[in-house]
């Protein structure tokens, strides 16, 4: 049974509960504080975490559109991988530099974002959906090892990559670095919103989509770029995640069908969603040992992702 | 003289060094409807998506409406242009519904979907139906696409394969209509009886454009022989 817009009202309400508790929820215990003072130290981390799971959330159900392949996701296919890897490289290279020009690190993480977003267009592209997910698994690999790398000659950066390797970020969440990634999420997510329509007509093939108007070059470049850019942003706010982007769109299908037009934006909210849960479950569930928000969501993920896999392809 | 809508000339394409289409020349007019029949690999489809402009590396001139499909605006080449796929597919499980929603005419798809009998059908998943009926869901959502005939330029890839009787007959009939609401046809089939009911068969042979006139001058022994083996349907 399909739900329709129902579900983004739905989840929307959802979310807006989630985000309540989380700011009620902390090591301090629960509660707003006086005059709401530790909800307001909380807000940024909340807020980071909604952006980015929405942007992961958008991505990979537009990367799954994409590729017209259930198991693409930025996390798997090395987008992500990419993301931290352009940081790396600027962090390592001039760290002075990066902490001087607030834009300098999200800039580097949206050129290694794209960087491997290229590559996996030109080495996956007009094969098997294996073949996509392969490469994507071994950029992300090549991606993970160049990071580590670097965080092993730059000692002065290294903790904080290492940290952004685990996608643990969400915890030294700030105004000041939130701020511009925020932005770009919001950037991102809004054009992404727009390409419902042409990914419609890509599902029914390349030949169907285009001989019904859709110009494909254009899908893809837009596709690709703003793709890249939220995932940028969201490594910017939480460091590498898996899962998100693979996640949610396979629950905002279930929920209500196919059509991007409700998929992209239930998809966000799903992302969020995850996101959020994942990281309030890793700074409650057990007081005193925090677990990061990406270690939460591979718990969760991974064996929904198994239970994907074996649907799709058992 | 009704409008020129389709023009070819000279048209050639190659893929992986083998000649698929060699130097087609063609023209269809406003209201013109043409079978385009040959045997397996003769190049029927790769004529149709070079006709689509589905073919940028095609060599020769293809003028559709007045346009290079290949090179003009998707959306502008589109406006006038239904193109059938010979195996529709869709990448995620849609309902008959949600494949009849992208045709974004939802009283011409109600009554589309009555033709093809598919109204009973309309909340069961694509991957659920059997290949016939969906073949004729992915007809239902193109044929709901076309705003006005005069003009028009379909070209439809063996749109009758998978069908039964019924879904036939209103292919059939569609494809009647249309020609005489002004729209320029041409329809790969392998089905010889169809075939014979236009006014003018066009038969590729590896590539090659071997015969173009009436099916009582194109329905030569040899092109029987050649595409459905003798003896003749």
Redesign the interface.
Known sequence: MRLGRGALVGGTAVLGLLAAGALACGTAGWGFGEGGALALLRFPRVLAALAAGAALGLGGATQQGLFRNPLADPGLTGVFGGALLGMALLLGGAPGFAWAHAWSLPAAAFAGSLGVSGLLVLLGRNGPPARLLLTGLGLNAFAAAGTLLIANLAPESRELLLNGSFGDWLGMASPELVVRPLLLCALAGAALLTLARPLDLLALGEDAAQAAGCDLRRLRRRAIVLTALAAAAATCLVGQMAFVGLLAPHLARALVGPRHGLVLPLAGLVGATLLLTADTLGRAALPGTPLSAAAVMALLGAPLFVWIARRHHG | MADLVLQLSRVAHERNGRRLLDGVGLSLCAGEAAALVGANGAGKTTLL?AA???LPAATGEITANGLDPRTA???????R???A?QH????????VA?LG??ADRPAAWADWAGRFALTALAERPLASLSGGERQAA?LARLFA?LEEPYGALLLLDEPTAALDRARRETVHAAVQAWAQAGAAVLVATHDAAWARTFPRVVALEEGRLIADGPPAAAFTAELVRAVWGAPAP
């Open positions: 998506r689509a402009g589905l605006p998707p959306a502008a080449a589109a406006r242009r239904l193109y796929e529709p597919s869709c990448a995620w499980d849609q309902t949600e929603a992208l992915h696409s």
